[in-house]
């Protein structure tokens, strides 16, 4: 799930991968703007990173749909920069 949703990720203006995806762990950079929406619309993780990073989590009962959701915020919080 982890792969599935670093390659949703790929090529959207204002993302970028802060480490290869190796596991169950995504780490992208964002926005700050980007990253406040997704806070507002309910979405947990990770910040520690620095200034824009990011650590999505994937457990083992994430599903696509979960995943297509996030996505979805994630294009629309960008679209709205």
Same mark, same amino acid.
């Given at each position: 799930?982890?792969?599935?949703? %670093?390659?949703?990720? $790929?090529?959207? *203006?204002? $993302?970028?991968?802060? @480490? =290869?995806?190796?596991?169950?762990? $995504? @780490?992208?950079?964002? =926005? *700050? ?9 309910? #979405?947990?993780?990770?910040? @520690? ?6 650590? @999505?989590?994937?457990? #083992?009962?994430?599903?696509?749909? &979960? &995943?297509? %959701? &996030? ?11």
């Amino acid at each position: 799930m982890a792969r599935y949703l %670093a390659e949703g990720l $790929v090529g959207l *203006p204002g $993302v970028e991968a802060m @480490f =290869p995806t190796q596991a169950n762990s $995504v @780490f992208v950079s964002l =926005p *700050p703007a980007a990253i406040e929406q997704l806070r507002e619309r309910g #979405w947990t993780f990770y910040t @520690f990173i620095g200034a824009g990073g990011v650590r @999505f989590v994937c457990a #083992w009962n994430t599903t696509t749909e &979960l &995943l297509d %959701a &996030l996505l979805a915020d994630i294009h629309e919080s960008l679209a709205s920069l």
